[in-house]
């Protein structure tokens, strides 16, 4: 599979994050625009929480077109 995610994030990346809450928890959701999503992948952060870092992996992802949840 990580072949198939390998695209970089560019400026032009087509995928919506937005923070969400998720049975109590603040999370993080980042989903395709465009294409429907070819799969689902759920980060954890770590225990300080959601980084920018984590983000922009999970926008990454989203921008190859799996939705992500940190």
Known sequence: MA???STPVTA???C???NV???GLNAYLS???EAASTGGMLL???ISGISPQLREFADGLAAAGVTALA
Do not use: D, F, K
Request: charge should be negative; hydrophobic fraction near 40%; aromatic fraction near 6%.
């Open 16 to 18: 919506a994050g937005e």
């Open 31 to 33: 989903r395709p625009w």
């Open 44 to 46: 954890l952060p770590s």
């Open 12 to 14: 032009e990346v087509t």
């Open 3 to 5: 072949n198939e995610i």
């Open 21 to 23: 809450t998720v049975a």
